[in-house]
């Protein structure tokens, strides 16, 4: 699989479009524990994360809950999948309501061989349009892994950073459900403990990484009522699973996500 060759695939784009209405809104709300969205006409950064989804086929859906390999995405064998990171600039605010243009192209695609085994880096450019002026640019990191294998447990590798906020943040299997259904991911490591306990070797259910991103964004946002966020980066770091007593920390610029033992799951900045 390193040797894999998959240089033809960079470049590849595609161009969709949606509207962004507000029903997505009012659930994203809901999930993130608001009476109503308080958010005004404009949508909050991330929330375009909400639209542009991966409606295939039922025939289509493999046996992990993700599009079968191949499409726009390349057909990487590997069956481990995950959003690993991603950096986003804000150029200008989305209005609720309005049509957007979506224009994605595979950036990059490496394969790197290791300790861990074979992995698959695959870099997507997303560029958003309103009425052809850009709105977001965004590159996401997505990683192909190979299947689980048993290892050794580590001792926890604890942070030692000291936030000026902090916010707790323990989501359960209801929460994960709610934000598969308005992302509409079918990934079934968020959903079907048997299959990811015994499939992709988990401990149980694994929280989403772009809603630990989001909410991430949110502890910002209300940390900085005011500000207008310009843009924003996140780093997977660890797994974070249902039933852990995580906490949103922000120091400055910086937040991340940290998990009961005190390890960080996720880093992540705003400018």
């Not at 259910?205 to 009522?225: K, N, Q």
């Not at 940290?258 to 992540?268: H, Q």
């Amino acid at each position: 699989m390193s040797g894999a060759d998959y240089s033809a695939w960079i470049g590849r784009s595609e161009t969709q479009t949606d509207v962004l209405s507000a029903a997505p809104l009012r659930g994203l709300a809901a999930l993130l524990d608001y009476e109503a969205p308080p958010w005004g006409d404009l949508a909050p950064p991330l929330a375009h994360w909400l639209y542009f989804l991966p409606t295939v086929a039922q025939h289509l859906i493999d046996v992990d809950g993700h599009p079968k390999r191949g499409g726009f995405l390349p057909p990487v064998e590997l069956p481990r999948r995950m959003w690993a990171g991603g950096r986003l600039i804000f150029h200008a605010p989305l209005a609720v309501g309005v049509q957007v243009e979506r224009v994605s192209t595979i950036a990059d695609v490496k394969a790197k061989a290791g300790a861990s085994g074979d992995m698959v880096f695959v870099t997507v450019r997303h560029v958003l349009r309103v009425n052809d002026l850009d709105a977001v640019t965004e590159m996401q990191d997505i990683v192909y892994r190979g299947a689980s294998k048993s290892e050794p447990a580590k001792a926890p590798q604890l942070d030692a950073r000291i936030a000026e906020h902090e916010r707790a943040f323990a989501p359960d299997a209801t929460m994960l459900f709610r934000f598969s259904a308005l992302t509409f991911n079918a990934h079934r490591i968020h959903y079907d403990l048997d299959y990811a306990k015994n499939d992709e070797g988990y401990p149980g259910l694994v929280v989403h990484g772009p809603y630990i991103a989001t909410a991430l964004m949110d502890h910002a946002m209300r940390t900085s009522p005011s500000a207008q966020f310009k843009s924003f980066e996140f780093r997977a770091q660890r797994p974070l699973f249902v039933g852990d007593a995580a906490i949103l920390c922000r120091a400055g610029n910086d937040l991340w996500c940290r998990n009961g033992a005190g390890e960080v799951t996720m880093s992540a900045r705003v400018g």
